[in-house]
Structure formats: C-alpha cells, structure tokens
C-alpha cells in the first residue's frame, strides 16, 4: 500500500472530524453513568472484533514482534484516553481541551529527544497559532485560566496522544495496519476492563444502560473502527508533526458538531479559533522552499 502525503493528511482529517463528532456520543454514555473504562471495554471489543472479522486474514499470520508493538501502542492510546477523562472530572471542559492540545507542542521535542530530528522551522509559527487558536475555541482567553488537579491529570494525557501520534508515525511501520488496529482493539478492550472492574465496580448500579450502550456501540464502530484505522493508515505515510496539528482539529470539529445540533451557541471565538487552526495546518502543509528568490 503507498498513498501520497496529500491523501493520507485527508485521512487524518476524516479521522478528527469523526472523533468531533464523537464528543456528543461520549457525553450521552457518561449521561447515562457509564463511566471511562467501561466505555472503553466496550468500543474495544467491538474495535477488536470488527478488525478481525474484516482482517482475520492478516490478523492470523501477526508474529510476537507485532504482538509486542500492538502491546505498546495500545497501552500508550488506553493511558492517553484515562487521564484525559479522569482529568475531566476535576477541571472545567474548555481546561481539559485546551490543555489535550498541547500534545502538538511535545511531539516535536519527542521527536528531538528521542530519534535527534530537529523539528522544520515552519513548526514553530504553525503550532503557536494553533495554541492561540485552541484558546479562543475553547473561551480560555476570554474567561482565564485557572488550575486544577485536574489540569496536571490532563497534561499527563497529553504526553501520552503526543507519544502515541509519534509512536503511530515512527514504530508501526513494519506492521500491518490492520494487525495493529485488532491489536488496539484488544488491549483498550482489556485494560479498559481491569480498570473498571478495579475501580468502576461500585457504579454499575447507576447506569442507565437504555440510554448509554447505544452511543457507545456507535463509538467503537465509527470512532474506534472507522476512525482509528483512519489515523494507523494515514500516519504512515506523513509526519508527526503536521499529522498532530490535523488531528488536533477534532476539538473544532467537536465544537462544530455541538454548534450545529444546538448543544452551543456560535460564537466569534469559535469561528476565530477554527480559522487560527486551518491557518497553522496550512502552514505546515505549504513548502515554502518554492517561494524562495532565484539567485
């Protein structure tokens, strides 16, 4: 499989505005009392059991080594998506998604760290924008920031999505993509429920299952299924970087979405922010190299 730049930076796209959207189903299940691991038990196994019923194939000829790298990334993703929703319980909602985007600050300094890559000097302008645009969508200029516990749970989460988009960008791509979305699957499913069975039991009793399971069943088809394997494909064939600034644009879709189906008003601060973000993820897509002066 070899797709262009262009067309795996578009998957990614695809893949932020189905997680955008994913945000109403997300807050119908924790409506309901479901609460994080249970929600994520269950789109797992729906995510592990629609990869092998469409992959069995190359599902049954994965070696230890994908083992071992499907361990690793689902891990990274699960611990990711815990500390973003645990952060949520004791922080405000416009904290925790402004605090999750800085994920696209630490990528590059992995990156650096890690693998000696000095990140494109177009990075720099792309993701400061991209932050001021996050705090215009999310009204943390204008109502101000304050700290909460929650805040350091949600910065914790943050390192965990930059470390997955740089694992996803860096690590996978001697593995089949559609062994590593089973292999997601199977480890949120798992560790999603040692973590509510350890600290979710108590609970179970509250939950109105009518009105939670339905919205996850769509989570793990669509946001987990349809989306995740979204984001396996196309991050093999971009980079890190620019792929976290798109895939940071699931909160503009997700305030979007809530806009559109009245669970918002559209405000100034939403269109600013939106442009801000599409202003950075130009940016780092332009190659500025064609614009320099022939000597």
Known sequence: MQISKGRANLMLLMAAMI???????????????????????????????????????????????DVQIGLSAGLINFLGYQFQTWGLRYTTPSNNAFLTAIYVVIIPIIIWVIYKRRPEAKSYPAIIIAIVGMGFLTN???????????????????FFYALQIVYFGMRTMNTSPFVLSFMLGITQSGFGLIWSLLFEHASYGAINWQAGLWPVIVLGIVSSFGAQS?????????????????????????????????????????????????????????DFSRFKPVK
């Open 19 to 65: 997680w955008g959207a994913g945000y109403i189903f997300s807050k119908m299940a924790t409506n309901a009392h479901m609460q994080a691991g249970l929600i994520n038990a269950i789109r797992g196994l729906i995510y592990a059991g629609l990869a092998f019923l469409f992959f069995h194939k190359a599902i049954m000829k994965m070696s230890r080594a």
């Open 230 to 286: 979204l984001q396996i494909i196309g991050q093999r064939f971009t980079d890190p970087t620019p792929a976290g600034l798109i895939l940071m644009t699931e909160s503009m879709f997700g305030s979007l979405f809530s806009v559109a189906l009245g669970f918002e008003p559209f405000t100034v601060h939403l269109l600013l922010g939106g442009v801000l973000i599409i202003i950075a993820i130009l940016i780092m897509q332009l």
């Open 140 to 158: 943390i200029l204008q109502n101000g920031f304050t700290l909460h516990i929650g805040d350091l749970l949600t910065l914790i989460s943050a």
